[in-house]
């Protein structure tokens, strides 16, 4: 497709499990973010991967979060042993250079910890 | 402590009116900015952004104002159309666009026909 886009929709599991989301970001876009936004909240920052950099993790909020981007292209974010505070919409965006380049977001996947 | 701060979490505002959506910043060191849109169950897409060298940047509809000095910026939209009722973030980044976005908690815009 055209557009940044994120699976699954919609995600609800127990506490204590993992979760995996995947990101298939526009292509050739070099540069991938992974957000979150709480209810009520703005934008939180949690990952960016630019080429072959290393990522910039400082958003990551635990060691319980960690994402993969494989062959440049699609990105994998994962949450261990999950908490209800994890519920959140988890966006993924791309672009075709740094921060300073317009994101291209998809639609989120919504995560809820039972 | 929130850097970005959208004091207003909704604003309604008539068809063909004009529509501003205010954020301030407290980070002296930002001098990129950013606003997005954003639907319901849609991601952000991207509207308009200023360098800290311009105090004004113009998109069609969309105008973006930097108050430097008072750590302030707006987004004016003019006419308003009720295609634009969606919530609006605000973002600001230090290191001319080079360090990670920090957004603010957004303003939902009704534009009422």
């Known amino acids: 497709g055209a557009g940044v886009s994120q699976s699954p929709s919609n995600k609800v599991t127990e506490k204590g499990k993992d979760v995996e989301l995947r990101c298939d970001p526009i292509?050739?876009?070099?540069?991938l973010y992974w957000y979150r936004q709480r209810l009520g909240q703005g934008l939180e920052f949690l990952i960016y991967f630019q080429g072959n950099s290393a990522p910039d993790k400082s958003g990551l909020p635990s060691d319980r979060f960690s994402a993969e981007r494989t062959g440049g292209s699609v990105s994998t974010l994962t949450i261990q042993r999950t908490q209800q505070e994890d519920s959140a919409v988890y966006l993924c965006a791309s672009s075709s250079g740094g921060w300073s380049q317009p994101q291209h977001f998809g639609d989120g996947t919504r995560l809820s910890i039972l | 402590d929130q850097q970005v701060k959208q004091n207003s979490p909704s604003l309604s505002v008539q068809e063909g009116r004009i529509s501003i959506l205010n954020c301030d910043y407290t980070n002296s060191m930002f001098d990129y900015f950013l606003w997005y849109k954003k639907y319901p169950a849609e991601g952000p897409t991207f509207l308009i952004s200023?360098?800290?060298?311009?105090d004004k940047n113009e998109d069609g509809r969309f105008t973006v104002f930097l108050n430097k000095s008072a750590k302030h910026l707006s987004l004016h939209i003019v006419p308003s159309q009720p295609g634009d009722s969606a919530v609006y973030f605000c973002?600001?980044?230090?290191?001319?666009?080079?360090?990670?976005?920090?957004f603010g908690k957004g303003t939902r815009l009704s534009v009422i026909a």
């Open positions: 200023i360098s800290s060298i311009k």
């Open positions: 292509s050739g876009h070099t540069a």
């Open positions: 973002a600001a980044s230090v290191n001319s666009g080079n360090t990670p976005l920090v």
